[in-house]
């Protein structure tokens, strides 16, 4: 493992090892084949993944508050105890992922809320269904300035929606 304050640009390299823990912090694994690799009590804060492959990766105690994950293939991934920007989650199933709008969208359920509230991350922002729901005038405009209040006031809606039918087929399958 490598554990040095600079960051570590793993692109375009296969990693040698499956199993990573300890701190990691800021190293950029873009455009990495991650499939089936186990993050497990990993720091890994500030860490890129855009473009990795993730497939069938399972992250497990893992801090993952300022990461970013464009591009990256989130199919059959696990999260299970995790830190996110929103907070500690114990676990974060039945994900959708939609692509080619601006930013990747994760919309996750939260196993662990008494109602199974979803996750939606966009881009590096990760919030609630609910607090997307509420976000006002100005919460808009932090997602990237005027652009991203325009984009909003056109996804956002579509988005809550897709998001509510996901949390509703998940809690039939349950």
């Known amino acids: 493992m490598m554990s040095d304050e600079s960051p570590v640009d793993f692109s375009l390299e296969e990693l040698p090892e499956s199993r990573w823990t300890g701190d990691l912090r800021g190293h950029r694994y873009n455009d990495t084949q991650l499939a089936a690799a186990k993050f497990i009590g990993a720091d890994l804060r500030g860490c890129s993944f855009d ?101 909003w006031q056109l996804f956002g809606g579509p988005l809550i929606a897709v998001a509510k039918a996901h949390l509703h087929g998940a809690r039939n399958r349950s």
């Open 51 to 151: 473009g990795a492959q993730l497939a069938g990766s399972v992250f497990l105690d893992c801090d993952l508050r300022q990461t970013t994950w464009l591009g990256a293939n989130w199919c059959d991934i696990v999260f299970q105890r995790c830190r996110f920007t929103h907070g500690w989650i114990s676990s974060l199933t039945d994900m959708l992922t939609i692509g080619g709008l601006n930013w990747p969208i994760l919309i996750g359920r939260v196993d662990d809320s008494e109602d199974g509230d979803h996750l939606m991350a966009i881009g590096c922002q990760v919030r609630t269904l609910r607090e997307w729901q509420a976000l006002d005038r100005r919460a808009q405009l932090l997602i990237d300035g005027r652009d991203g209040a325009r984009w």
